[in-house]
């Protein structure tokens, strides 16, 4: 089997054994990417001649059995909006176009130290602030299931490289959806973490407060697992990172109560992706879990009313103050931030206090349930040009409308994961959500290690040859 399509804990094992060597796995990689990239638009940043002196590197260490953690050596791609020293970092706007750092932020230094060879950056939108992948630097990526299509954002550049054969790891960002939604859309396992369980430094501004965080994306569980745990050791830089439990995940979850919402009030849902995660929850009922099926703790009305003061502030601060007053290219971000610039200060706190208040009752909430499922989107992709459907389930929406179901977890500073389940009729990738209690990061992954043996979605891979 061509080596870049391989597990990213399969290639260690074949290091391990001296069945494959580092270097090996790299150039089939990097074959794959010069043959598929310039389709997919997925990569934007390749650093050939690095990874393949810690190729080298890593193999020197499994030849002589001192490999630095057991995915040394793995190929690993980092989202645009994350920090890499010596390469590119736009953030998909212009205004970044010559922004090099100098120092790698946190969870990447974690993975180089852990011997990981950093591939390169992955496509995301301007200020990864919408939810589809395009910007005017390096247009549109496109789904490898379907490359008419998107893969969603703002992590489509991530899901589209580890989907595609392209690295069997990514880094992603995730603030409202940013992981979990595009996942869903190229079939892969993708977490959100809670605030300080995957700790940050040393990275661009925070523009979202603690709602965005890093997380890993991969085609299995296992794979998913292997690289949070290397890189969820607490860093006193970040204050949050102190308050997390240890990460634990049991070699199986003890049955829980599950909160299953099929759909946020009125806002509509794909019929396919309705039917699919309803297949999941009685899935996982026959798995010994209690599934109830019942109506979200809160609105998405009331949500937007705390998402969409933050956003706007967050977008007006970063151009005044890096930007030099400067627009986006993005229409839709210029009026973003004109909205932001004209916020009241009190609009501002009352979003702030609605944040805490929520999360006292997400907190209250889980009390009586330790999970909510639903779907992780409530669209399948579209065309990779559109920045959102403009229908659903034949229903106006707006530019949100496909992203309903996220942003509660980063709100209330909970962790999701997006779980491959029954595909739509034409192949194309569905997912559903869990979503749990603050620092429940363990039991969501040892639940989706059960969910993935009971039904292996996970590990399709698109026709691409």
């Given at each position: 089997?061509?080596?870049a399509?391989?597990?990213?804990r399969?290639?260690a094992?074949l290091?391990?054994r001296?069945a494959?060597?580092?270097v090996?796995a790299?150039?089939?990689?990097l074959?794959r990417i010069?043959?598929?990239?310039?389709?997919?638009n997925a990569?934007?940043?390749?650093?050939?001649?690095a990874?393949?002196a810690?190729?080298?590197?890593s193999?020197?260490?499994?030849?002589?059995?001192?490999?630095?953690?057991p995915?040394?050596g793995?190929?690993?791609?980092?989202?645009?909006?994350?920090t890499?020293?010596?390469?590119p970092?736009?953030?998909?706007?212009?205004?970044?176009?010559?922004?090099?750092?100098?120092?790698?932020?946190l969870p990447?230094?974690?993975?180089?130290?852990?011997?990981?060879?950093v591939?390169?950056k992955?496509n995301?939108p301007?200020?990864t602030?919408?939810?589809?992948?395009d910007?005017?630097?390096?247009?549109?990526?496109?789904?490898?299931?379907d490359?008419?299509?998107?893969p969603?954002?703002?992590?489509?550049?991530a899901?589209?490289?580890?989907?595609?054969?392209l690295g069997p790891?990514?880094?992603?960002?995730?603030?409202?959806?940013?992981?979990?939604r595009?996942?869903?859309?190229a079939g892969?396992?993708?977490?959100?973490?809670?605030?300080?369980?995957?700790?940050r430094?040393d990275?661009?501004?925070a523009?979202l407060?603690?709602?965005?965080?890093i997380g890993p994306i991969?085609?299995t569980?296992?794979?998913?697992v292997?690289?949070?745990?290397l890189?969820?050791?607490p860093d006193?830089?970040?204050?949050?990172?102190?308050?997390?439990?240890?990460?634990?995940?049991?070699p199986?979850p003890?049955?829980?109560?599950?909160?299953?919402?099929?759909?946020?009030?009125?806002?509509p849902?794909?019929?396919?992706?309705?039917?699919?995660?309803?297949?999941?929850?009685r899935?996982?009922q026959?798995l010994?879990?209690?599934?109830e099926e019942?109506?979200?703790?809160?609105?998405?009305?009331?949500?937007?009313?705390?998402w969409?003061?933050?956003?706007?502030?967050?977008?007006?601060?970063?151009?005044?103050?890096w930007?030099g007053?400067a627009?986006?290219?993005?229409?839709?971000l210029?009026?973003?931030?004109?909205?932001?610039?004209?916020?009241?200060p009190?609009?501002?706190?009352?979003?702030?206090?609605g944040?805490?208040?929520?999360?006292?009752?997400?907190?209250?909430?889980?009390?009586g349930f330790?999970?909510?499922?639903?779907?992780a989107?409530?669209?399948?992709?579209w065309?990779?040009?559109?920045?959102?459907?403009?229908?659903?389930a034949?229903?106006?929406?707006?530019?949100?409308g496909?992203?309903?179901?996220?942003?509660?977890?980063n709100?209330?500073?909970?962790?999701?994961?997006?779980l491959?389940?029954a595909?739509a009729?034409n192949?194309?990738?569905i997912?559903?959500?869990l979503?749990?209690?603050?620092?429940?990061?363990?039991l969501l992954?040892?639940l989706?290690a059960?969910w993935?043996?009971?039904?292996?979605w996970?590990g399709?891979?698109?026709a691409l040859?």
């Amino acid at each position: 089997m061509d080596p870049a399509l391989l597990p990213a804990r399969s290639l260690a094992g074949l290091f391990a054994r001296r069945a494959l060597s580092p270097v090996e796995a790299l150039e089939a990689v990097l074959a794959r990417i010069a043959r598929l990239n310039p389709a997919l638009n997925a990569i934007i940043a390749l650093d050939e001649a690095a990874a393949r002196a810690a190729a080298g590197a890593s193999e020197a260490r499994w030849r002589a059995g001192t490999p630095l953690s057991p995915l040394d050596g793995v190929p690993l791609t980092v989202k645009d909006n994350i920090t890499v020293a010596g390469l590119p970092c736009t953030w998909g706007s212009p205004l970044f176009r010559d922004h090099i750092p100098e120092r790698d932020e946190l969870p990447v230094a974690r993975a180089r130290a852990a011997g990981l060879v950093v591939l390169g950056k992955t496509n995301v939108p301007e200020f990864t602030l919408q939810g589809y992948t395009d910007n005017t630097l390096f247009g549109p990526t496109r789904n490898p299931w379907d490359p008419a299509l998107t893969p969603g954002g703002s992590s489509g550049g991530a899901v589209a490289a580890v989907a595609a054969g392209l690295g069997p790891l990514a880094l992603g960002t995730d603030g409202g959806g940013s992981i979990r939604r595009p996942a869903s859309h190229a079939g892969l396992v993708g977490l959100k973490p809670t605030p300080g369980r995957v700790p940050r430094c040393d990275g661009l501004p925070a523009i979202l407060l603690d709602f965005e965080q890093i997380g890993p994306i991969a085609r299995t569980t296992g794979d998913l697992v292997a690289l949070l745990a290397l890189l969820a050791p607490p860093d006193p830089r970040d204050p949050a990172s102190r308050l997390m439990p240890p990460l634990l995940v049991p070699p199986r979850p003890p049955r829980c109560r599950i909160l299953h919402v099929p759909r946020f009030g009125a806002h509509p849902v794909d019929a396919e992706i309705a039917a699919s995660t309803a297949a999941a929850a009685r899935r996982l009922q026959s798995l010994g879990h209690a599934v109830e099926e019942g109506e979200a703790p809160f609105t998405v009305e009331a949500l937007g009313g705390i998402w969409g003061p933050v956003g706007q502030a967050g977008l007006a601060w970063l151009l005044t103050e890096w930007g030099g007053g400067a627009e986006p290219a993005s229409p839709a971000l210029r009026e973003m931030a004109a909205a932001g610039c004209a916020l009241r200060p009190e609009a501002l706190f009352a979003a702030l206090d609605g944040v805490a208040r929520f999360r006292r009752e997400m907190a209250g909430f889980f009390q009586g349930f330790d999970l909510i499922l639903t779907p992780a989107a409530a669209a399948l992709p579209w065309p990779a040009e559109q920045a959102a459907p403009e229908r659903i389930a034949g229903q106006a929406v707006g530019p949100r409308g496909h992203a309903v179901f996220t942003n509660f977890a980063n709100i209330g500073g909970l962790p999701g994961i997006a779980l491959p389940s029954a595909p739509a009729a034409n192949g194309l990738p569905i997912g559903f959500q869990l979503v749990g209690a603050a620092g429940s990061d363990g039991l969501l992954c040892a639940l989706a290690a059960e969910w993935e043996a009971a039904e292996p979605w996970a590990g399709r891979w698109p026709a691409l040859g």
